[in-house]
């Protein structure tokens, strides 16, 4: 679907029950369900204009190592990697190897599809839909009415110009700037600032990057590259419960939704920070996730969380280019409720 043909955030049409800006029928074909949300803004031209970026013949991993995090999370196993023999396995007499590896979607780098959190006073994932365990657990993907990640592959899966948007590196150098030294020049990604759209914005005119329907936009607070080696000081500043992201307000989801972002994604934990806000102004709980709603639910754009962006932020600054060619495909199993996103950031 054409960016054009895409109301903004306030002129959205009205969804019964539903807040003003709820996107669900927007990417509906007649009769048919969508299931794709902002991946539908990946039209021909866009993707064809987005193999641009590549020209330099560069391409970096965005991809966290499966077994990365050192902070076990209650409720989310460690990765199991069992390696076996072929002759263990009494497969062949011949000598090789088989491996399984046993792992949770939401340890490590991911997408979060459409289903992951749903819209809370409605119980409704995007467009609608109930989600149960029954629908999900389909023997493949044509029969699959959920909004899952394993839809993403019948349209190729992603390819789009990703933009990274280095808010430590800015925050950092303008620290350096005013004066300040030694720690307090450091952006920790675990003092929880919550990163407006005024700096994004910011940021993005730093770099020289203009936004262009159809992009996925990546920030990077250096979440991960804490969370692989933490210090002492920081398992201190993780007791506190502060994670640097974007700031959970109506203002930050009408920005995104208006820009029509494909995706989005970071280094983050929520890509939003945490704890969320509530209403009132005060701090909430896991409960209170705003943005988490509104894109995954009500607009259908999918989250990237935990990605590794310490190699990519190296490339852009280096190179001067902050926007590249954007690839991911995420597992293909039906029912696909989160995935490492396999991506790939070309130059």
């Known amino acids: 679907m054409d960016a054009a043909d895409v109301p903004d955030f306030d002129s959205l049409p009205e969804v019964p029950g539903m807040p003003q800006g709820c996107a669900w029928g927007i990417f509906d074909k007649g009769d048919k369900k969508d299931l794709l949300g902002t991946l539908n803004l990946l039209t021909p031209p866009v993707v064809k204009a987005a193999l641009s970026e590549a020209r330099d013949g560069v391409s970096i991993s965005l991809n966290w190592p499966l077994n990365a995090m050192t902070i076990p999370l209650p409720g989310r196993i460690a990765p199991a990697h069992i390696q076996t023999t072929l002759r263990e396995a009494g497969i062949s007499e ?3 190897w088989d491996d ?24 409704l994932a995007y467009n609608g839909i109930t989600v149960t365990k029954e629908a999900l657990s389909v023997p493949n993907t044509a029969v699959n009415t959920m909004p899952t990640l394993d839809h993403w592959h019948a349209a190729g899966g992603l390819v789009a110009r990703g933009v990274l ?3 430590k590196e800015w925050a950092e150098k303008r620290a350096k700037s005013e004066g ?3 720690e307090d020049a450091v952006c920790h990604p675990l003092d929880g600032h919550r990163i ?16 262009r329907p159809g992009d996925v ?30 700031h959970g307000v109506l203002e930050s989801a009408k920005w995104l939704w208006n820009r029509h972002f494909a995706a989005v994604a970071g280094d983050s934990w929520a890509f ?19 943005l988490h709603p509104w894109l995954l639910s009500m607009f259908g754009m999918p989250i990237g969380e935990l990605w590794d962006l310490k190699g990519l ?24 409720v989160g995935s490492p996103p396999n991506a790939l950031a070309i130059f």
């Open 100 to 123: 399984e590896i046993h792992f949770n979607t939401q340890l490590s780098s991911q997408w979060d599809s459409l289903v992951h959190w749903q819209h809370q006073p409605s119980g």
């Open 180 to 182: 300040k030294t030694g």
């Open 313 to 336: 932020s190296e490339h852009c600054k280096a190179s001067g280019r902050y926007s590249f060619l954007l690839t991911s495909a995420p597992l293909n199993i039906p029912g696909l």
């Open 196 to 211: 407006t759209v005024e700096e994004i914005e910011a940021v993005a005119k730093d770099q020289g990057i203009e936004f």
């Open 165 to 167: 948007i280095d808010f």
């Open 94 to 96: 011949g000598v090789g």
């Open 217 to 246: 936009i990546i920030i990077r607070t250096g979440l991960t590259e804490v969370l692989q080696a933490p210090r002492p000081e920081d398992f201190a500043k993780l007791q506190g419960g502060k994670i640097s992201g974007m």
């Open 272 to 290: 939003e920070a945490l704890m969320p806000l509530k209403e009132d102004g005060s701090v909430g709980s896991p409960n209170d996730l705003f």
